[in-house]
């Protein structure tokens, strides 16, 4: 197992999250964690996380909203140079859908061509599904009519969201952040959808800390010095 | 629709970056912020706009045509609309710095760095000949008597320490314009700022030997980014943000603001939101108080497209050209500011050049900016507006809790605004804004 030591290449990839609680997905995903009643942005605005792919290693760099969409004043800022966006709905609420196919639109507009959007429906763990057959539609007859005394809590069907997002050429996805399943599933997926070629050069801040882009552009400077790289995986700064 | 709060500590009025620094600062410390604008982006007069936007605010083209369709996409333009360059060591970076704001942004150096000197540009790193009175100003210690060279530091001018170093008529020329940055000979008589002078130069040394090739530094994507970084920063600890939303009453007890009502409108059609709330102070740019402000001076300032460097530049992607009011007849210097597609802020090929200097007569004011017109070349097109009055408050705000900007300047960087920054902090919370360790020890809203 010579090869299993040497370094894979890793490339950091900006990540912008949108729509229902979002954070709640990225907190699963990079603590394992999940709080009920979490607000709707977590105010950890900068999070990161490592992806292992067989290839290489993906290092996310998660930008939560900070609040600043809920009266319509997200920066432009926040869009750029993201090359991966998770926007969210929740299953149970049909005004999450139309929610984020505004997000969606909003990104096409505003963020760079080419980013990898994934259209996730949350709270799978209010219907009555069994976990983790999720990313493949539910038979029809399921979708349909949603009797409450089931237990079944789902108002979004799989089918409408997942035919919204084949037409716009999105990844989907039906998670729980409570129990987990299919979180680190829709990660993995977003970091094998990043194209190789976009990982190429510098992009976004993050960007600058590594050396190979140094090396390509020496009148960018770096202010902070050594001390981001010091920084540990997944703090909350 | 989410709830206004019924009470703030702070409502800040305008999006610049003061503002911004000030809303991310006092968000840092734990006070509840709303943070309102009128327009409907951030920025106010500090942002960045797209060349379509900057061609319909300056209104310069024939209704029916649309000129900005020949520069290529409108959203690869970003053209600011204050002309300022970051000193690399200066107090705004500083503050970038100890916020950490400094992740949301990404930096390049300012190529080159040139006064005009008679005919052409000359680089102001490595002018040798005042070898001797740089190598003093770095040792200078104002605590330390020693270090004066006889002079009093108390009572003398600049012109007396240039004298002590027997400097001539261009050096000191050079020294006080493109080091220390003054935009007249004011400076030179006035007893007992020699010591800020010296300061001044200090500065801009530290800048230079930082990264080397100019003082300076600038953002990629425009200076438009900076009050969003700041923005971005109150947000993360709890500030509120509303675009697009007018003031419609400021409410008063006695004296003193105590509240706002307002109306947010809403982009997608939806009924306007009107809503009131109190607040123990307000922060505001000048435009929001017409009346508690007065003008102090006039920017003139000219906005042009270029397709090639700055001749005499040695093809820099970027650079600062001051022209010394004492070439070319004046009293006030002209700056020329460029940035490139280098800084993300246009097109492949094309170069955006800021001409500015401070009015000094009351009609043709395009040709006071003549002379840095002619060191352009060729200008492929020309945004100048008419003269930009520069406000300041008639009060500190401590009788009416109404804590006032002031307008941004005529020098070429930031150095004064973060002076206004630590001002208005000062005299809104009664003691010094200390910079560094800003965020130690600070708890994040919702954060472990």
């Given at each position: 197992?010579?090869?299993?030591?040497?370094?894979?290449?890793?490339?950091?990839?900006?990540?912008?999250?949108?729509?229902?609680?979002?954070?709640?997905?990225?907190?699963?995903?990079?603590?394992?964690?999940?709080?009920?009643?979490?607000?709707p942005?977590?105010?950890?605005?900068?999070?990161?996380?490592k992806?292992?792919?067989?290839?290489?290693?993906?290092k996310?760099e998660?930008?939560?909203?900070?609040?600043?969409?809920?009266?319509?004043?997200?920066?432009?800022?926040?869009?750029?140079?993201?090359?991966?966006a998770?926007?969210?709905?929740?299953?149970?609420?049909?005004?999450?859908?139309?929610?984020?196919k505004?997000?969606?639109?909003?990104?096409q507009r505003?963020?760079s061509?080419?980013?990898?959007?994934?259209?996730?429906?949350?709270?799978?763990?209010?219907?009555?599904?069994t976990?983790?057959?999720?990313?493949?539609?539910?038979?029809?007859?399921?979708?349909?009519?949603?009797?409450?005394?089931?237990?079944?809590?789902?108002k979004?069907?799989?089918a409408?969201?997942?035919?919204y997002?084949?037409?716009?050429?999105l990844l989907?996805?039906?998670?729980?952040a409570?129990?987990?399943t299919?979180v680190?599933?829709?990660?993995?997926?977003?970091a094998n959808?990043?194209?190789?070629?976009?990982l190429?050069?510098?992009?976004?801040?993050?960007?600058?800390?590594?050396?190979?882009?140094?090396?390509?552009?020496?009148?960018?400077v770096?202010?902070t010095?050594?001390?981001?790289?010091?920084s540990?995986e997944?703090?909350?700064? | 629709?989410?709830?206004?709060?019924?009470?703030y500590?702070?409502?800040?009025?305008?999006?610049?970056?003061?503002e911004?620094?000030?809303?991310?600062?006092?968000?840092?410390?734990?006070?509840k912020?709303?943070?309102?604008?009128?327009?409907?982006?951030?920025?106010g007069?500090?942002?960045?706009?797209?060349?379509?936007?900057?061609?319909?605010?300056?209104?310069?083209?024939?209704?029916?045509?649309?000129?900005?369709?020949?520069?290529g996409?409108?959203?690869?333009?970003n053209?600011?609309?204050?002309?300022?360059?970051?000193m690399?060591?200066?107090e705004?970076?500083?503050?970038?710095?100890s916020?950490?704001?400094?992740?949301?942004?990404?930096?390049?150096q300012?190529?080159?760095?040139?006064v005009?000197?008679?005919?052409?540009?000359k680089?102001?790193?490595?002018?040798?000949?005042?070898?001797v009175?740089?190598?003093?100003v770095?040792?200078?210690?104002?605590?330390?008597?020693?270090?004066?060279?006889?002079?009093?530091?108390?009572k003398?001018?600049?012109?007396?320490?240039?004298?002590?170093?027997?400097?001539e008529a261009?050096?000191?020329?050079?020294?006080?314009?493109?080091?220390?940055?003054?935009?007249?000979?004011?400076y030179?008589?006035?007893s007992?700022?020699?010591?800020?002078?010296?300061?001044?130069?200090?500065?801009?040394?530290?800048?230079?030997?930082?990264?080397g090739?100019?003082?300076?530094?600038?953002?990629?994507?425009?200076?438009?980014?900076?009050?969003q970084?700041?923005?971005?920063l109150?947000a993360?600890?709890?500030?509120?943000?509303?675009?697009?939303?007018n003031?419609?009453?400021?409410?008063?007890d006695?004296?003193k603001?105590?509240?706002?009502?307002?109306?947010?409108?809403?982009?997608?059609g939806?009924?306007p939101?009107?809503?009131t709330?109190?607040?123990?102070?307000?922060?505001?740019?000048?435009?929001?108080?017409?009346g508690k402000?007065?003008?102090?001076?006039?920017?003139?300032?000219?906005?042009?497209?270029?397709?090639?460097?700055?001749?005499?530049t040695?093809?820099c992607?970027?650079?600062?050209?001051?022209?010394p009011?004492?070439q070319?007849?004046?009293?006030?210097?002209?700056?020329?500011?460029?940035?490139s597609?280098?800084?993300?802020?246009?097109?492949?090929?094309?170069?955006?050049?800021?001409?500015?200097?401070i009015?000094?007569?009351?009609?043709?004011h395009?040709?006071?900016?003549?002379?840095?017109?002619?060191?352009?070349?060729?200008?492929?097109?020309?945004?100048?507006?008419?003269?930009?009055p520069?406000?300041?408050?008639?009060e500190s705000?401590?009788?009416?809790?109404?804590?006032?900007s002031?307008?941004?300047d005529?020098?070429?960087?930031?150095?004064?605004?973060?002076?206004?920054?630590?001002?208005?902090?000062?005299?809104?919370?009664?003691?010094?804004?200390?910079?560094e360790?800003?965020?130690?020890g600070?708890?994040?809203?919702?954060?472990?």
């Open positions: 197992m010579a090869e299993a030591t040497a370094p894979k290449p890793s490339s950091s990839v900006k990540l912008v999250l949108l729509g229902e609680a979002a954070s709640s997905l990225v907190l699963r995903f990079v603590n394992n964690d999940f709080q009920e009643n979490k607000e942005t977590i105010g950890a605005a900068f999070l990161t996380q992806c292992n792919l067989p290839t290489r290693t993906i996310f998660i930008w939560d909203t900070a609040g600043q969409e809920r009266f319509a004043s997200l920066a432009p800022m926040y869009y750029r140079n993201a090359q991966s998770l926007v969210v709905y929740d299953l149970t609420k049909p005004t999450s859908l139309i929610k984020a505004h997000w969606v639109a909003e990104l505003q963020a061509p080419g980013i990898v959007i994934a259209l996730v429906g949350n709270k799978l763990d209010l219907t009555n599904e976990s983790g057959s999720s990313n493949a539609i539910g038979e029809d007859g399921d979708e349909a009519a949603e009797p409450e005394d089931d237990g079944d809590a789902r979004v069907s799989t409408e969201a997942k035919t997002a084949e037409e716009e050429g989907f996805f039906e998670t729980s409570k129990n987990g299919n680190t599933e829709v990660f993995t997926a977003i959808a990043i194209p190789e070629t976009s190429k050069g510098a992009r976004g801040p993050g960007a600058t800390q590594s050396n190979a882009n140094r090396a390509e552009d020496q009148s960018r770096n202010l010095g050594p001390r981001d790289n010091a540990k997944g703090c909350a700064c | 629709m989410d709830e206004i709060a019924p009470e500590d702070v409502v800040v009025l305008g999006t610049g970056l003061t911004c620094v000030l809303s991310g600062v006092l968000s840092v410390k734990g006070k912020v709303l943070h309102i604008d009128r327009n409907d982006h951030y920025g007069e500090a942002a960045s706009v797209n060349i379509e936007a900057l061609f319909k605010k300056y209104g310069n083209y024939n209704k029916g045509e649309e000129p900005w369709k020949k520069y996409r409108v959203n690869d333009w053209i600011d609309l204050v002309p300022k360059l970051l690399s060591s200066g705004l970076t500083n503050i970038l710095v916020t950490d704001v400094t992740r949301y942004l990404e930096f390049k300012v190529a080159g760095s040139y005009q000197q008679g005919a052409g540009p680089a102001t790193v490595a002018k040798r000949r005042m070898k009175f740089i190598e003093w770095g040792a200078f210690n104002l605590a330390d008597p020693a270090t004066h060279k006889g002079l009093d530091m108390n003398c001018n600049m012109k007396d320490v240039y004298d002590k170093f027997g400097l261009g050096t000191r020329d050079f020294i006080g314009h493109a080091m220390a940055l003054y935009q007249t000979d004011n030179l008589n006035e007992g700022r020699a010591p800020e002078s010296i300061e001044r130069i200090r500065l801009y040394g530290n800048s230079v030997s930082r990264y090739k100019s003082p300076y530094i600038y953002p990629l994507y425009g200076l438009g980014e900076l009050p970084g700041f923005a971005r109150s993360i600890y709890g500030g509120t943000y509303m675009l697009n939303t003031i419609d009453e400021i409410l008063y006695g004296t603001a105590v509240g706002i009502k307002a109306t947010m409108h809403d982009k997608t939806d009924e939101m009107k809503f709330t109190k607040c123990k102070k307000i922060l505001a740019d000048p435009s929001y108080f017409p402000v007065q003008v102090t001076g006039q920017l003139l300032k000219a906005i042009c497209i270029l397709n090639h460097p700055l001749a005499g040695d093809n992607d970027s650079a600062q050209l001051i022209i009011q004492s070319v007849g004046r009293k006030h210097d002209i700056y020329i500011a460029v940035v597609s280098a800084h993300s802020v246009c097109p492949k090929g094309y170069y955006i050049a800021i001409v500015s200097t009015a000094e007569t009351t009609a043709n395009h040709l006071e900016l003549a002379p840095g017109f002619e060191r352009l070349g060729r200008i492929e097109e020309k945004f100048m507006g008419p003269p930009i520069l406000y300041e408050p008639l705000g401590i009788n009416d809790n109404i804590f006032i002031k307008s941004y005529a020098t070429s960087h930031f150095e004064t605004t973060t002076d206004d920054v630590k001002d208005i902090y000062r005299r809104a919370e009664g003691h010094d804004l200390v910079v360790g800003l965020r130690e600070t708890n994040l809203v919702g954060g472990e």
